[in-house]
């Protein structure tokens, strides 16, 4: 009888090990108000694109939040958001958004020229030795603007919007306007 009593005790204690697993190998999934949240998806040059943050690790969408206060200016600071996009191992999409709200806007800049404007960019990395060749930079034309639509904006707090917004246009090679690239997608980060 005895026996029967420690077979069936570790018949069950081996039931429940097993059913036990290694969580330390899942990666946690985020919630919309985790503070790494962000995405993308959608098209860039006809080929579908999707990236989101997961987990504590190396996110593909980084965000930073800004305000500044125009040159010879008296008014208030403009909150802002530059957001980074690493959809693939050589290529960044760079997206400044300064006076936050909702609706259509018609961005004509590039990130790297105008720190206080709105301002879109995608970076390749041509892994050259020689610096000059090293980054290929494609930005919106003044005749064709890309449109960004923020659809959705609402703050944590203060300091800490939530933006999700639609991305539809053409960016042209810096030193080459006729190599371009089409983004037709959604963006979201806080």
Not at 70 to 92: A, F, H, Q, R, W
Not at 112 to 141: A, C, F, V
Not at 182 to 190: A, C, F, L, P, Q
Request: aromatic content about 12%.
């Amino acid at each position: 009888m005895r026996l029967n009593i420690y077979l069936i005790g570790a018949f069950f204690g081996m039931f429940i090990l097993s059913s036990c697993g290694n969580d330390d190998d899942e990666t946690p999934t985020p919630k919309d108000d985790s503070w790494y949240w962000g995405y993308f998806k959608g098209t860039i040059n006809g080929k579908e694109i999707a990236v989101e943050n997961v987990g504590h690790g190396d996110w593909p969408v980084h965000t930073v939040k800004t305000s500044a206060s125009p040159p010879d200016n008296n008014t208030d600071s403009i909150k802002g958001m530059m957001t980074s996009v690493k959809y693939s191992s050589d290529e960044l999409l760079s997206i400044t958004i300064y006076h936050l709200n909702k609706g259509i806007r018609y961005i004509t800049k590039s990130t790297k020229t105008d720190w206080i404007y709105d301002g879109i960019q995608i970076t390749r990395d041509t892994h050259s030795d020689k610096y000059e060749d090293r980054y290929i930079y494609y930005i919106p034309q003044k005749e064709q603007p890309f449109q960004v639509k923020i659809t959705k904006l609402t703050y944590a707090d203060q300091w800490h919007p939530i933006v999700e917004g639609n991305l539809d246009g053409v960016l042209y090679r810096l030193d080459n306007p006729k190599d371009s690239i089409i983004i037709n997608g959604s963006y979201g980060t806080r």
